[in-house]
């Protein structure tokens, strides 16, 4: 049977009554956990499980699946419309997505962001479909050093999100890194500055802290004077999608986010948010339009949200095809699998084909759905960005705490989320920007991680490196990337500025 | 007459109803471990098996943290009536860790659905045919053999520790801090020489032939796969078992403990139980309930507290 | 809701914004100096074995060194005043009703575990409604019961959380 006939089979079982019931509740409760702060969807596809349990293992595959990147979907719709990260991978969609929403584009951002999500999550299926084992095969053979570079190579880009200053982006980028330290050490298992608290223990969880420095800061600045007039008084249908110049502007960033989360997808760890803010620093950097980014360039949404969705569904690869869970939430998925007898893994797609295929042909159906579901939402969502702050205050002020607390059920975090809140207003006021405080506390676990695992297997012998040849690879592009960039940016502005 | 014949009904009714209600709801269950992890796996499936004896649904919350300290010292605080529970696999040593200043003695220890052996593994490509010949090999070099393992303080570490004294040989650590898929990730991709790792992480990897199984950490040949050489009887008797254990806070009342430690033995009994664990190579002793499951919680601290001890791992 | 939104300092006195701007920066150099030490102590690591102190060292030695330039810096800027731009007006009203807000904010951690989240979210929504300017009685009642309500529907009857319960429910 050849691929198409799969596929083709692969939809006969996923319309199913049971799977496309679960395929339904799955995004649609992704899309509300992904809009809720602080529940992700680690949370709710861990209270589904059980759930999953009664149906077969197709139908609770779908619906954990439809969860996790129903969530990518949820995620932006917050950040876009006040500024609060729906989940970890929607940070960077708050910087330029809620500046649209006060310039009353917040219709167009919503609009952009399902859009993207669809086409990126459609694309990361179709790689998925097409490359799956020779993907999870490359995976595999990605050892520490290759990680390493890898990120390395992502430190580089995200290093241009410094913000205007950069030295201030520099201390952000330090403070945020030490941040990610505290906690017991990953792998020399002693404590690093807990103080002797033992939630601290744990370390200091993101999304409090996230929801702190973009939300709860907002909350505050917003508290300063909340009866200042609102540019945004009604919403004309006209206004409420992209207008041309916009839609333009979205479709490379699209497609390019879509890769580069496909691309991102693959890493152990966070891929999601790693992708996003790869995809921004990089639509950042080639734009002829750098100046507006922070003040509401569509392309800041338009590519993040859109990498975020790719590579959710390829972080799917190394758990399907080898049975390994990169990522924490894959691991969840894994779980639900297993709870059913079933291994993923190198054998996965020759033993379980309609599983396989039906799963790959729910993606589809369930991306789509997304879509059908989000964007006649975009007109009620944007209306929201239009309540007044004495209404839109306080339900933001109880969700982002109920919401930190429920990411441990640790009343802590909600104490970390308005001290972050607090650190945000004053450090914002003074002229820093929260992105390179975020980019260091996301990324100083992540490359302490790979550096510290590298320099134990080297043992000493970094000669070593010679031998791996993909390392060697991803090392070599580091210049090449940063030169690409240059050109890229100084064309642009020789060839002029049009619009 | 009636009056007292009435009243003695009603007392009689309040002490059945006592006796017999318990579970009248759900049961919160902590696993002190990630969702999706392995752990957290063994504990979902068997609190499924449970399910169907108790008739009360479980409410499974992960707290993950500090080698299970974290959710442990939140189930310390919880009211001792049955309706909270907790899962651990190092509950006998934190306090030696230093990671929680109690010991299982601290609870009431509901017993022990399963025990694993660890595997020693070699990605399939590896020159080395039997543990013997890795041994020898590591001793002419040491320091040279990557040996793929958990955190500082984690199961696998301590089991990778105990063999390194055992035989004498240095191995290179590479310590991952994402846990034991990680093991099966560089070990089927040859980037370490050897690991140790329950079966369960490493399975896809072997069903695939990209891991081989050098020895197993058991008493006795693994049930489910008799083709496993134990380490003891190639001559290098190490025999350590990770387990997953059920703790309750310490002072449950008696009837309720009794139940559910009688429940524990039946369902480890129990056939589905049973053939779960071959499936996984791991086993389960219905009589590690209650006491006996405490007992040998006692056994396996004084087992593991040298090997903690020698490798530094003891808070002082 | 406001102009365009640039970075720039409040409408006060520009001496005030950059006393403000020196003493952030010398209470981060302060804080890293204070981790060097203990980050040492936690042991930096060989060329085998990377030790945990290494990055929390590096990354306040980072911090030191930038915090220490830039409020060198900010003593040497001169005075700029930037008329093109508009600068928010903040009086003394907007500072009370930050610190009123930031009042609510504590208030629901404090309060739940002592009276229940459906008490304290009621109480924190109203406090909050109120300390936005929220007038009259009613209509912010109304919207804390829904609020409450919302809560309650959402993470403990939909996704059946434990929610602390306190002594009430």
Not at chain 1, 18 to 35: E, I, P
Not at chain 1, 456 to 481: D, H, M
Request: with cysteine.
């Amino acid at each position: 049977m050849s691929g198409i006939e799969y596929l083709i089979q692969g939809f006969q079982v996923a319309l199913a009554p049971t799977n496309l019931l679960a395929c339904l509740v799955g995004v649609v409760l992704g899309t509300m956990v992904g809009v809720l702060p602080g529940l992700g969807p680690i949370e709710a596809m861990a209270i589904m499980l059980p759930l999953s349990i009664r149906y077969g293992p197709l139908a609770g595959l779908i619906l954990l699946a439809g969860v996790w990147y129903g969530a990518q979907y949820g995620g932006s719709t917050t950040s876009i419309l006040v500024n609060i990260p729906g989940e970890a991978s929607s940070v960077i969609t708050c910087v330029d997505g809620y500046q649209m929403t006060r310039k009353g584009r917040a219709g167009a951002a919503l609009t952009v962001s399902a859009i993207g999500s669809f086409v990126a999550g459609t694309i990361g299926i179709i790689i998925l479909q097409l490359f799956a084992p020779p993907l999870a095969r490359a995976a595999l053979s990605f050892g520490p050093i290759e990680y390493l570079a890898v990120m390395l190579l992502a430190f580089v880009a995200l290093c241009t999100l410094g913000g205007d200053n950069p030295l201030k982006g520099a201390l952000m980028i330090a403070f945020g890194a030490f941040l990610s330290t505290i906690g017991i050490d990953r792998i020399a298992g002693v404590q690093r500055f807990t103080m002797g608290i033992p939630t601290m223990m744990y370390g200091i969880n993101f999304i409090p802290v996230a929801v702190g420095l973009f939300g709860i800061a907002e909350v505050i600045r917003i508290a300063l004077n909340p009866y200042a007039p609102s540019p945004v008084k009604s919403i004309r249908l006209r206004e409420l999608y992209p207008n041309r110049e916009e839609s333009r502007r979205s479709v490379m960033p699209i497609l390019r986010g879509s890769f580069i989360g496909a691309f991102f997808g693959l890493l152990p760890g966070t891929p999601a948010v790693l992708a996003s803010f790869a995809s921004y620093s990089v639509e950042k950097s080639i734009s002829p339009r750098k100046a507006e980014f922070g003040k509401g360039a569509i392309e800041g949404v338009a590519g993040p949200e859109s990498a975020n969705n790719s590579a959710v569904v390829i972080a799917l690869i190394p758990l399907l095809c080898l049975g390994i869970p990169l990522a924490p939430v894959a691991a969840l998925l894994l779980a639900g699998l297993e709870m059913h007898n079933v291994t993923p893994g190198p054998l996965f797609i020759r033993d379980n084909p309609t599983i396989f295929w039906g799963f790959i042909a729910a993606m589809y159906l369930g991306n789509f759905l997304l879509l059908v579901l989000n964007l006649p939402l975009v007109g009620l969502f944007a209306r929201v960005a239009t309540l007044r702050p004495q209404v839109l205050m306080p339900i933001i002020g109880i969700f982002c705490l109920i919401g930190s607390y429920t990411t441990r059920m640790a009343i802590f975090d909600v104490w970390v989320m308005i001290g972050a809140g607090v650190v945000g207003f004053l450090l914002t006021r003074l002229g820093f920007s929260m992105v390179p405080l975020v980019i260091g506390m996301v990324l100083g676990n992540i490359l302490e991680d790979n550096l510290r695992v590298t320099i134990q297997w080297l043992n000493g012998e970094i000669s070593l490196i010679w031998t791996r040849p993909i390392a060697l690879t991803i090392l070599a592009l580091i210049p090449v990337y940063v030169v690409f960039i240059r050109l890229a940016g100084r064309k642009v502005l020789k060839s002029g500025v049009s619009d | 007459m009636l009056l007292i014949f009435a009243i003695s009904v009603f007392f009689f009714g309040i002490l059945f109803s006592e006796v017999s209600a318990y579970p009248d709801k759900p049961i919160k269950v902590i696993i002190c471990y990630e969702a999706g992890s392995a752990t957290d796996l063994i504990g979902r499936t068997f609190f499924q098996h449970i399910e169907k004896e108790l008739g009360q649904p479980f409410m499974i919350v992960n707290k993950p943290g500090a080698a299970s300290a974290l959710g442990l010292r939140e189930l310390l605080e919880a009211k001792p009536d049955g309706y909270t529970l907790g899962m651990s696999c190092s509950v006998n040593v934190l306090k030696i860790l230093g990671h929680l200043p109690y010991t299982h003695r601290d609870f009431d220890v509901i017993g022990i659905p399963l025990l694993t052996g660890s595997i020693l593994a070699v990605p399939s490509k590896s020159p080395f045919q039997s543990t013997k010949a890795l041994v020898e090999h590591a001793k002419a070099n040491p320091g040279k053999v990557r040996m793929s393992t958990t955190s500082k303080g984690a199961v696998f570490w301590i089991h990778a520790r105990y063999f390194e004294r055992l035989t004498g040989a240095k191995f290179n650590m590479i310590i991952n801090p994402g846990g034991a898929s990680f093991i099966a990730t560089q070990l089927g991709g040859g980037h370490a020489d050897v690991g140790f790792a329950a079966y369960k992480p490493l399975q896809s990897q072997i069903e695939a032939g990209n891991i081989r199984i050098l020895g197993v950490t058991t008493e006795k040949r693994v049930q489910g796969f008799p083709n496993w050489p134990t380490l003891k009887e190639q001559g290098y008797d190490m025999v350590v078992t990770g387990w997953a254990g059920i703790v309750a806070p310490k002072g449950l009342p008696s009837d309720v403990y009794r139940k559910l430690v009688s429940i524990h033995a039946k369902v480890a009994g129990s056939k589905g139980w049973q053939d779960y664990c071959t499936a996984t190579g791991t086993m389960a002793y219905p009589e590690y309930a209650g006491e006996e499951a405490a007992k040998f919680l006692d056994q396996d601290a004084e087992i593991q507290r040298p090997i903690l001890e020698e490798i530094g791992a003891v808070q002082k | 809701m406001f102009a365009e939104r640039e970075i720039v300092p409040f409408a006060g006195k520009m001496k005030d914004f950059s006393r403000a701007e020196f003493i952030v920066y010398c209470v981060f150099c302060a804080a890293a100096a204070a981790i060097i030490v203990p980050s040492v102590k936690l042991g930096l690591g060989g060329k085998e074995e990377l030790g945990p102190g290494l990055l929390p060292f590096l990354a306040s030695l980072c911090v030191l060194a930038t915090g220490a330039v830039l409020a060198i810096l900010t003593r040497l800027r001169r005075e700029k005043v930037n008329p093109s731009a508009e600068l928010e007006k903040i009086d003394r009203k907007g500072w009370i009703r930050v610190g009123e807000i930031l009042f609510s904010f504590a208030v629901w951690p404090l309060l739940v575990g002592v009276i229940g989240y459906i008490i304290s979210t009621f109480l924190v929504s109203l406090g909050m409604a109120k300390a936005i300017g929220y007038k009259g009685w009613l209509r912010p009642i109304i919207l804390s019961i829904s609020i409450t309500f919302c809560i309650w529907f959402i993470f403990g009857f939909m996704f059946h959380l434990d929610l602390p319960a306190g002594f009430s429910f």
